[in-house]
């Protein structure tokens, strides 16, 4: 939730100045001003009225000839300079997904293949080099900011990299683009690495979450746990994934699930089924992607050595 908005500063354009008087406009004339009287040189003699200009309103300041205005001061910060990573040549724009492609063609050709570009050397990047990835984004996100996938791809490459405030904001511009509610689990989680826990729940118990399909719901229910966690409540994070999904061992969801609820359960001090999760959770990760094996290691006391590291320790 953002704080609140200061409220407006009184005045204005048009506020009084400190005589009185407003600013701006022509100056209502004395009266008894009358012709200026001139001395001998024909100018105007000291004490009369301040020559007019062709309005009739008081010349303050005469302007001389071949005088150059004193040039403004800056007002705020300069934006800094755009960084832009080097796109490799093979980085085509027919590489991006059909959908993201449409919504590019608001924009100009030229520009549109550039955003483009990023967008795809920033996928290519995502998992070998999230921040570099986050850097094509940071590119495309100041070309079109208008897009909602472009805010989509910046809020997602934050998250990876772990800006919590800059990824919430992104994904929160996405969401109100597009309409989408897909980015609510990764929204609930940044509040959690923003260190606000009960933001995350708040946002899990939200109208908007009860309308996710499948998937959205059990990526949900682990921020939810994680949450709850955070706030020293062990076991309703164990609580908070138990769920019919647990049963199912064949969709993309499962490894992740199962590794979060053996994790919750170890932190209740309920080692023996944690094994367990992290077994099943270990069988399901096929790509090894959530590291389950090596924590079932290191429940049954294996530990591995990295033979170069011996090596050079012995040498």
Request: proline share 9%; glycine share 8%; with cysteine.
């Amino acid at each position: 939730m953002a704080d609140n908005p200061r409220p407006p500063r009184s005045g204005g354009s048009g506020r009084p100045s400190s005589s009185g008087r407003p600013t701006g406009g022509p100056r209502s004339p004395k009266r008894g001003d009358g012709p200026a009287k001139r001395g001998a040189s024909g100018r105007p003699a000291a004490g009369g009225p301040r020559p007019q200009r062709r309005d009739g309103t008081p010349d303050r300041e005469p302007r001389r000839e071949g005088r150059h205005p004193e040039p403004r001061e800056e007002r705020g910060p300069r934006r800094p300079p755009l960084e832009t990573p080097e796109l490799a040549e093979d980085v085509t724009p027919g590489e991006l997904d059909p959908v993201v492609r449409r919504q590019l063609k608001t924009l100009p050709m030229g520009l549109a293949d550039l955003v483009a570009r990023h967008l795809v050397a920033a996928d290519r990047a995502l998992e070998d080099d999230p921040d570099l990835a986050y850097r094509h984004t940071s590119v495309a996100v100041r070309l079109a900011s208008r897009v909602p996938a472009v805010r989509e791809a910046a809020g997602i490459t934050a998250y990876r990299t772990a800006r919590w405030a800059q990824a919430l904001s992104e994904l929160r511009a996405a969401r109100r683009m597009s309409g989408s509610l897909d980015f609510l689990p990764m929204m609930a989680d940044c509040e959690r690495g923003l260190g606000r826990p009960e933001r995350a729940l708040t946002l899990a118990g939200s109208p908007e979450a009860s309308r996710l399909d499948r998937a959205g719901r059990v990526e949900m229910r682990i921020v939810t746990s994680g949450a709850r966690r955070d706030m020293g409540q062990l076991d309703a994070a164990v609580l908070a994934l138990q769920c019919p999904e647990l049963r199912d061992t064949r969709q993309p969801w499962s490894a992740r699930l199962f590794y979060a609820y053996a994790d919750a359960l170890l932190a209740a001090d309920r080692a023996d089924e944690a094994r367990d999760w992290f077994t099943k959770a270990a069988e399901a990760d096929l790509d090894d992607l959530t590291g389950a094996a090596e924590r079932l290691a290191e429940l049954d006391g294996v530990v591995y050595v990295d033979l170069e590291d011996a090596e050079d320790a012995e040498d």
